[in-house]
């Protein structure tokens, strides 16, 4: 009886597997001929488009900084009829969805008449839409309320968009118009509070507001408005070719602040699949690469100005013709080589947020993720060990080889100083060496690398690389760290795993150990058990290590910072400033055991009692400023120039001495030197601690580790007085 249901469900998995596979081949069959189609016929033989980007106007009440259509004259304009007869040409009669722009398309007083002929002229039509910089607000309603009537009488979906480049001054700077960030809100504010009209924000990123992007996102979330954000683009239907010093200008540390800006939108505030496909396809092209997501002008779109002159699309096209003169349809066949042109040429660098279904090239990409994550995983080394296996081993360029772990990707200024002292001692023992680095997220590191001046290779953590290099190096170490209750523990226990399948040496390299527990101990248990040597940075961890492996000997050689530290303190010049610096960062609920209603006040006390304390030491010590500088700039891990703004506007916006931020992203060297000008520092996170004490500063310690990694530093370095725990602060008097 076992035996015969033992067969049956033996059965069943294998109809599973093969209608699996047969699902598997009809997806990619489907995404083959989308490829086929919209990469290689549609570009010989074009099919009709279903958007229609549609120019109302070519003039502009606003004087945008990456922008020129307001420094033109007005010149002709289709009227509503002229515009019917050309929408009537058969090349549009599978349109779908219209967005009406400008210039600003509410100056025009028949735009509502634009829409009405949109809609009747066109069969297939499901939606439009229009894009305002809400500059003359109670015209812009009023065409708003007027559009939007009509398009609920013909069942028709209608969305808005307004333009908002920052808050306050910052808006009116880039738009160059006064008052400019009152009408939009006051517009925004209207629609919100009246109508049921679905509408956004839209944010152009340029040189002027790189810096502010971060603020506006606050704003956005504060007051539940919800938004999209592109990078200004060369685009020729906005005459900008010129706009070099505001177009795609960023500085190197400028394009990095971006691109960990476009993560923290996937993370935290986008929820739409597509547009966050879209920020992916951004930081990718941000950091050198090139565009990862499809284009609907490829195929799909036309764009359609007011002298009903077509294009292929609006940065890059050149005009094909008019179709008031000509047959659309025609034009549009016939010119079909400057598309392929515009395909090969500019695509690939393109930076617009046009957003697109997801490709063939894209759906490869994720299948090859699908088939790592399988790879990668601890409950099943045999199948990593059988791939790990069919790798080729690259010929060595270096008599030897090191492989560095660990959470690197996500770095903090502290771990950006661990991994250079690692490299510096490692380098002082081989003259001939080869670094390769693990990053969860390879841009952050590569910008580490860049920082430091360190020549190494950077491999994602889930890629055949990271195995070929754990199996090849002749050291694979954990390097700095805390070894603690996250997930990505897998990463060294892999990593460690197939080092020592190859008799590889490994080493946990100046890591602490907690805060750890349950699940997370038996795979701190796993790493140990690859491990042939463990270095720790402190005796808590050591100690803590003892109760967790009896059997496993450690010894505790500091935190691998101090090194290069040390090393760089001696090149650095210096000049005291009255300055009290601050380098917090938001109380983390893994600490502590509260229940989260509990945590939250807690913590909401805690930081009204912190920032009591920083201003009674401002006062006492008669400071000219508070600072806050920031150790850490990656949402993933709490970017602490959030935590510094809120805290700021929440505690210090009337406070007697000027209070201030670093918007900009921090470097070891920049750390540094805050330290070492200020006349007292304020430190909570652990690598700002381990800064302000390796370069003997006048500091305080906060420690939020519950008597963890913060309390074991300043144990070791004997400097437990400069503690201060949350509980003394929540016990404070006013």
Request: net charge positive; glycine share 4%; aromatic share 12%.
């Amino acid at each position: 009886m076992i035996g015969k249901i033992k067969t049956v469900l033996l059965k069943i998995k294998i109809v599973v597997k093969i209608y699996s596979l047969y699902r598997l081949i009809l997806v990619l069959r489907n995404y083959l001929k989308e490829k086929f189609l919209r990469v290689y016929w549609h570009q010989f033989f074009p099919k009709k488009p279903t958007v229609i980007n549609l120019n109302a106007n070519d003039i502009c009440n606003s004087h945008c900084v990456m922008c020129n259509i307001w420094k033109r004259e007005k010149e002709f304009e289709f009227s509503p009829s002229e515009l019917e007869n050309i929408l009537k040409n058969k090349l549009f009669s599978k349109i779908e969805h219209v967005g009406i722009t400008g210039g600003e398309p509410t100056l025009r007083e028949d735009i509502v008449a634009l829409y009405d002929k949109v809609i009747n002229s066109l069969p297939k039509l499901k939606g439009v839409s229009i894009i305002s910089n809400a500059i003359e607000s109670e015209i812009v309603i009023y065409r708003i309320l007027e559009i939007y009537e009509l398009c609920k009488k013909h069942n028709t979906h209608f969305s808005v968009m307004i333009s908002l480049d920052g808050i306050n001054e910052i808006h009116d700077i880039i738009r160059g118009t006064k008052n400019n960030f009152v009408s939009s809100m006051y517009v925004i504010n209207y629609l919100k509070n009246n109508t049921t009209i679905p509408f956004s924000i839209g944010c152009t990123i340029s040189k002027a507001n790189v810096w502010y992007v971060d603020e506006l996102l606050d704003f956005m979330k504060e007051n539940n408005i919800y938004g999209r954000f592109r990078v200004a683009e060369y685009i020729n239907r906005l005459y900008n070719s010129q706009n070099t010093s505001s177009i795609r200008n960023f500085s190197e540390e400028e394009k990095h602040h971006l691109q960990l800006f476009f993560k923290k939108l996937q993370f935290t505030y986008e929820k739409n699949e597509t547009y966050k496909r879209t920020y992916e396809s951004i930081i990718n092209i941000l950091g050198g690469g090139k565009r990862l997501i499809g284009c609907p002008y490829h195929s799909e779109g036309i764009v359609l100005n007011s002298k009903g002159e077509i294009s292929y699309c609006a940065p890059k096209s050149d005009i094909i013709g008019n179709a008031l003169e000509k047959n659309a349809n025609k034009l549009f066949k016939k010119k079909i080589k400057h598309r392929r042109k515009i395909i090969a040429k500019h695509c690939e660098n393109c930076i617009h947020d046009y957003h697109y279904k997801l490709t063939f090239n894209e759906y490869k990409e994720l299948q090859k993720q699908y088939f790592l994550n399988r790879i990668f995983d601890i409950n099943t080394l045999k199948r990593t060990f059988f791939y790990t296996k069919l790798l080729i081993n690259n010929k060595k360029t270096a008599s030897f080889q090191l492989f560095i772990v660990g959470w690197y990707g996500t770095e903090t200024v502290g771990d950006k100083a661990i991994l250079a002292g690692i490299i510096k001692k490692y380098k002082e023992q081989y003259a001939s060496i080869k670094i390769i680095i693990a990053s969860i997220y390879p841009f952050v590191t590569i910008n580490t690398l860049k920082e430091l001046n360190i020549d190494a290779e950077v491999v994602g953590v889930k890629t055949l690389k990271f195995l070929k290099y754990a199996k090849t190096s002749d050291e694979t170490i954990m390097g700095g760290g805390p070894l603690m209750n996250i997930d990505e523990m897998d990463i060294p226990i892999i990593a460690f795993s197939i080092a020592k399948k190859y008799n590889k040496t490994t080493k946990i390299y100046g890591c602490g150990i907690g805060p750890i527990s349950g699940k997370y101990i038996d795979k701190l248990k796993r790493i140990l058990e690859y491990t042939d040597k463990i270095y720790l940075r402190d005796s808590c961890s050591k100690t803590l290590l003892k109760t967790i492996c009896p059997n496993k000997e450690a010894e505790v050689i500091g935190d691998p910072s101090v090194l290069y530290l040390k090393y760089r303190a001696e090149t650095l010049s210096i000049h005291k400033q009255n300055i009290l610096s601050c380098f917090l960062r938001e109380w983390p609920r893994n600490y502590t055991n509260f229940d989260n209603e509990t945590f939250i006040q807690k913590r909401n006390y805690f930081e009204q009692r912190l920032a009591e304390r920083i201003k009674k030491k401002a006062i006492e010590l008669q400071v000219e400023k508070i600072e806050f500088n920031h150790m850490h700039n990656f949402t993933v891990g709490s970017d602490d120039r959030d935590f510094s703004r809120r805290f700021i506007k929440e505690y210090f916006s009337d406070f007697c001495i000027p209070t201030e931020y670093d918007k900009q992203l921090s470097t070891v060297e920049k750390i540094m030197i805050a330290m070492k000008s200020s006349k007292y520092n304020i430190c909570m996170r652990f690598h700002s601690v381990v800064f302000a004490n390796t370069l003997e500063t006048e500091f305080e310690a906060i420690d939020y580790t519950n008597g963890g990694k913060i309390f074991g530093y300043l144990t070791d370095e004997n400097k437990s007085d400069r503690m201060i725990s949350i509980n003394q602060i929540l016990k404070e008097e006013s």
